[in-house]
């Protein structure tokens, strides 16, 4: 094999492992690419400082609460209301009811989707469940909140933003350093 | 284009090779592996045929006659997986290893003992895809497109399996793709400058790197399939964090590209076959390789016009709807310049030409209907149903497929030294031509009407249609008997081919006699 | 696909509709019912006479020359091979015409992505292999199955006129209100389409879709799963019923009150004992509607994916655990939970059915009381 066949497969080589590389950078350029478009509804997974927004009295905004248990997750989950009007830039707390009527223990996590889902980076969460793993011992219920507000500089043609919770049995994947701390405060 | 003004002609002096099975496993001879290649991707493309058999038997009547669901699915999968992965590129491949080489006028690949690996590792990746479905719970059965989560929590075992046979193929592709860019670049003879060199060529050079582009990206992307079914990572579950959709953006931003793998060396085919039987040459040789790169770049930036449906923002639908649509652009160049290389030419209709111009028609049909399915708002209506399963079938069977035989035929006596039989030739084309489109026409209307795709049984609305498509489909397959008749007639034996059997014939591989010696150009040609 | 303007069809007349007369054949894209799906159809018109002339153009042009520039009408062949003006024209004009094509195609999907308010919304949720619909607005929700028997898809019995296009429980929605779907799954991905509406959308697991319609005549309007989802894709359709607003409230009072008899009735029903005929009777129905995908008709199932329940440890000994996957699922298979898809009365006949038949013959009559008091009982 001479000198300039080399020189080529080395950097054709180059390439093959950088676009393998690249296929999993992939994986973070689609959750930055996500943040940024609202592809898939999807909310930041880190809590937002609680500026005070100016809040908007002039128009009202419906938000939609739907909290769905997965097929396999034995929970009970349930918003408090299932609708809430909100003025933009007023922050609410709304609360999630979760019950545990199996008796083992079981760890939850709620995965958060918003639609349409450009309207998903205008809504700010101050304080979530779903940031954590929430843990439940067999037999109990407990109140999970959200913290939220609605970024007055919502475009005028949104006047509904539907929030799920997709609610997973994540046991075996159970970090116990990060338990429910926000859920406790609120009390069972 | 060129000619050689010294030609070398004495070859026959080395022709020294094994014999028997040990030329073929060790063989690092360009002309054998494009054999062992070809030989190959006819197997598969007979097994993948088998297989849509199967599917066409049980879809011929509404009701589950003769397969179960979970076994159809298994048919859809494997048809896919082996008519892309084990008939079409290999098929391509072994063109390339064949005529590469002899139309640069170099003397063979230059990295032969990779060539014969890269081959030889592919029967034992398509060995462990078949074997799986004799395992308990049968082979894979979530289409070639293995959507998560479908192929990750919800497959069965066999996944393993599936996982690593694709990583075989894409090695094998990867490193015959580094091949053919290597002999491109380092090994074309003196004086065959880059815009000399013959179109089948140049789209191989830009096919190769889409091939090491978007094959890494395959493997990373059935790495993550693995390591989330089997070692708790979550890229594609919601529960953990994932994303379902992101599968499909990292599979189509592989797929897409796949696709012009699959097409472009064609394009290189077609215009080499339209020229010599039309005794002109080419119309716009530089814009055909511009158009080429163009598609191929723009095959990076269209990936998501395959999930207009998973419910993207507006702007991302447009902008995907608007780059789809620019790829017509310089398709539509190739298919003028075609015609206008035919326009006021002298043509003849051999064998290859006629598969070339039914190439040309059938191609340009399956392209307008891909015009079509780039619409966002009414690939809606079309997404996921027959009309998409006749447009890719229309550009893969009537496209890829048409084109690799018309190939066959055009290059057949130099491979043989023997004429293949022009009349049987004929019956193949117009057996084929009539079949394919009895099967895959009827395909739009009844994909109009509603019936989804991959799907085992279907409402009575669709009985007609499918009962026709049905017979359409067994007649290809028969069809193509034909074919091996011709081939195994042709290697042995016929009226003897000359170096150049084609008229309007041009490039250095007519340069040499016919059978192509087993080295040939040992001294480089001089190209003018 | 096929419609009836019949708003009078109950669900015996759904199952029982029409036995397989010939039904005409459609070569082309539905007009639908809505507003959009008819702009859509034109749409696709427009884009499809479009691509028709550019065929005939290109393939008039190759004919001409096939038949005019043969070698043997003994034309001798030209020698032109490149025009540059001609290049541009050829790479400019499809430039042109895909604009064309362009406007009315950008226009199209805006007035799609409508996202005013609506009058009604439900929530659609995907899963192997039926569908789930909740009405956000009212107390109602329900699963969707396959209706047509197995006994027309094996051949043993004639198809009917809507075979495989037929469900159990249809989607009602009322005809000139803005409806809007939300769309989700529980496992895989799925994709709710019906063509009159002009919508298909995926249904992600873990993820929320929206589409929405507004419908403007009564009828019946089918559709079908359009994502492979697993074994029995084919058999998940979709049919929605549009009623006149009046006719709609009419049946969500119906159906709240139905849905509260079924509350009801469970609570009546421990304290009743239910005899093994009976038992029997409605678990074999339950058992082919929910169950004979997987486990098939006979209880062979199809290992290892979905395990035999004939001669099965658990189905002919182990009662209490037989109770106990029925309740919860086996989490990490396609085995869910069915304590919120069954109601007590049908999960206790489905598991009494299970332990007697294809020769299980256990003699077990498990009662509702038991199941119940296995869901309360994990509590403590």
Not at chain 1, 95 to 118: D, K, M, R
Not at chain 3, 252 to 271: F, H
Request: net charge negative; charged share 15%; with cysteine.
């Amino acid at each position: 094999m001479n000198a300039k066949h080399s020189t080529l497969i080395g950097k054709l080589s180059l390439l093959v492992v950088a676009m393998f590389a690249f296929g999993y950078a992939l994986v973070p350029l689609y959750d930055v690419f996500c943040e940024i478009t609202g592809i898939n509804g999807k909310t930041a997974s880190e809590p937002v400082s609680a500026e005070a927004a100016i809040v908007d009295t002039s128009r009202e905004i419906t938000i939609e609460f739907i909290a769905r248990p997965n097929q396999q997750m034995p929970w009970i989950f349930k918003p408090e209301v299932r609708r809430m009007r909100v003025h933009p830039g007023e922050i609410h707390v709304m609360n999630y009811l979760a019950e545990n009527p199996t008796g083992q223990a079981i760890v939850g996590q709620a995965v958060p989707s918003v639609s349409p889902g450009q309207a998903a980076l205008f809504f700010h969460k101050i304080e979530c469940f779903c940031f954590t793993q929430q843990y439940l011992a067999g037999g109990n219920d407990m109140l999970m909140p959200l913290q939220f507000y609605v970024d007055p500089a919502l475009p005028s043609q949104f006047s509904t933003i539907t929030l799920s919770y997709t609610l997973y049995d994540v046991t075996s994947q159970w970090q116990p350093g990060q338990q429910n701390d926000s859920a406790k405060e609120f009390g069972e | 284009m060129s000619t050689v003004t010294t030609a070398d002609h004495h070859d026959a002096h080395h022709d020294h090779k094994p014999t028997g099975i040990k030329r073929w496993l060790f063989t690092t001879n360009h002309k054998d592996i494009g054999s062992l290649y070809l030989l190959f991707a006819l197997a598969m493309f007979f097994l993948g045929g088998a297989m849509a058999m199967v599917i066409r038997l049980e879809l011929f009547q509404p009701g589950m006659q003769f397969v179960e669901p979970q076994f159809f699915n298994q048919m859809t999968t494997m048809h896919g997986l082996i008519m892309v992965f084990g008939a079409v590129m290999p098929a391509f491949t072994g063109l390339a290893n064949w005529m590469i080489p002899m139309m640069i006028g170099a003397p063979d690949m230059a990295l032969p003992r990779m060539n014969n690996w890269s081959f030889w590792i592919l029967p034992f990746a398509f060995l462990i895809l078949i074997i799986s479905m004799f395992l308990p719970g049968g082979g894979p059965d979530f289409g070639w497109t293995f959507y998560a989560p479908l192929s990750t929590t919800y497959s069965n075992d066999s996944t393993a399996l599936f996982v690593f046979a694709i990583h075989i193929m894409g090695i094998s592709s990867i490193m015959g793709a580094i091949n053919v860019i290597v002999t491109i670049v380092n090994m074309r003879a003196p004086g065959m400058t880059w815009m000399k060199l013959p179109l089948f060529v140049w789209t191989w050079l830009i096919t190769a790197f889409l091939l090491i582009m978007v094959m890494p990206v395959l493997a990373g992307l059935v790495t993550m399939v693995l390591t989330d079914k089997y070692f708790a990572t979550s890229f594609f579950d919601a529960a953990g964090g994932g994303d379902p959709v992101l599968f499909q953006h990292i599979f189509w931003f592989f797929g897409h590209p796949e696709v012009y793998i699959m097409i472009l060396p064609a394009f290189g085919i077609i215009s080499a076959i339209v020229p010599t039987f039309a005794r002109k040459k080419l119309f716009g040789y530089a814009s055909m390789v511009y158009a080429t790169a163009s598609i191929a770049i723009l095959s990076f930036l269209v990936w998501a016009h395959h999930m207009f449906t998973t419910g993207m923002p507006v702007y991302a639908t447009l902008f995907f709807m608007y780059t789809t649509m620019l790829i017509a652009v310089p398709t539509g160049v190739k298919v003028f310049n075609w015609v206008a290389t035919m326009w006021r030419g002298a043509m003849t209709f051999e064998v290859p030409m006629m598969f070339a111009l039914a190439f040309i028609v059938l191609f340009t049909i399956g392209g307008l209907s891909g015009v079509m399915l780039a619409i966002a708002p009414v690939d809606f209506q079309y997404h996921d149903t027959y009309f998409v399963v006749a447009h890719f079938h229309y550009v893969l069977v009537s496209g890829a497929v048409f084109s690799l035989v018309a190939a066959a035929y055009y290059w057949l006596p130099k491979w043989t030294g023997h004429m293949y039989d022009e009349k049987l030739g004929q019956l193949h084309f117009w057996c084929s031509v009539i079949s394919v489109n009895l099967l895959f026409f009827p395909m739009h209307f009844v994909g109009l009407a509603g019936m989804p795709r991959r799907i085992p049984d279907y409402a009575l609305q669709f009985a007609d249609f499918n009962a026709f498509i049905s017979v359409g489909g067994f007649l290809f397959g028969l069809s193509q008997l034909i074919f091996v008749w011709v081939l195994v007639k042709c290697i042995r034996g016929g009226e003897k081919a000359p170096a150049k059997p084609w008229e309007g014939a041009e490039g250095l591989e007519w340069e040499v006699p016919s059978p192509a010696p087993y080295h040939t150009f040992d001294t480089p040609p001089q190209v003018k | 696909m096929a419609k009836t303007r019949s708003l009078r069809w109950s669900l015996p007349a759904l199952l029982l509709a029409g036995q397989a007369h010939a039904t005409e054949i459609q070569f082309n894209m539905t007009p639908g019912v809505t507003d959009i799906s008819q702009q859509v159809y034109n749409l696709h018109m427009t884009i499809f006479w479009i691509c028709c002339a550019i065929g005939l153009v290109v393939f008039t042009a190759m004919f001409v020359s096939i038949i005019l520039h043969r070698k043997s009408r003994g034309v001798t062949p030209a020698t032109f091979h490149e025009s540059t003006k001609v290049e541009i024209i050829w790479t400019a004009i499809p430039v042109l015409i895909l604009i064309l094509m362009a406007i009315p195609a950008t226009r199209v999907l805006i007035a799609m992505e409508d996202t005013s308010d609506s009058d009604v919304t439900v929530l659609v949720t995907g899963s192997q292999w039926r569908w789930h619909y909740e009405y956000l607005d009212y107390d109602i929700d329900f699963f969707s199955i396959l209706a047509t028997p197995r006994g027309q898809i094996e051949g043993r019995l004639p198809k009917g006129q809507n075979y495989l296009l037929e469900v159990d429980r249809p989607l009602v929605i009322p005809t000139g209100k803005k409806i809007r779907f939300l769309m989700t799954s529980d496992d895989v991905i799925h994709s709710w389409w019906v063509p009159a509406f002009a919508i298909k959308k995926d249904t992600n697991p873990g993820f929320i879709n929206e589409a929405w319609t507004r419908v403007n005549e009564p009828g019946i309007y089918r559709g079908q799963c359009a994502e492979l989802c697993g074994m029995d894709h084919g058999f998940m359709p979709i049919v929605v019923i549009a009623k006149e607003p009046d006719d709609f409230a009419e049946w969500v009072e119906q159906e709240e009150a139905r849905i509260a008899a079924i509350r009801e009735e469970e609570q009546r029903l421990l304290a009743l004992r239910m005899n093994l005929d009976e038992q029997m009777e409605l678990g074999e129905r339950v058992y082919l509607a929910h169950c004979a995908a997987c486990h098939q008709p006979n209880g062979t199932g199809l290992p290892p994916m979905f395990p035999a329940l004939k001669d099965n440890h658990v189905t002919t000994q182990d009662r209490a655990e037989h109770i106990r996957v029925m309740v919860d699922g086996r989490p990490g298979t396609s085995m869910a939970s069915f304590a919120r898809q069954l109601s007590l009365r049908e999960l206790t006949s489905v598991i009494t059915y299970t332990r007697n038949a294809w020769g299980n013959d256990t003699g077990d009559v498990v009662q509702a009381v038991e199941v119940y008091e296995y869901m309360q009982s994990k509590g403590e």
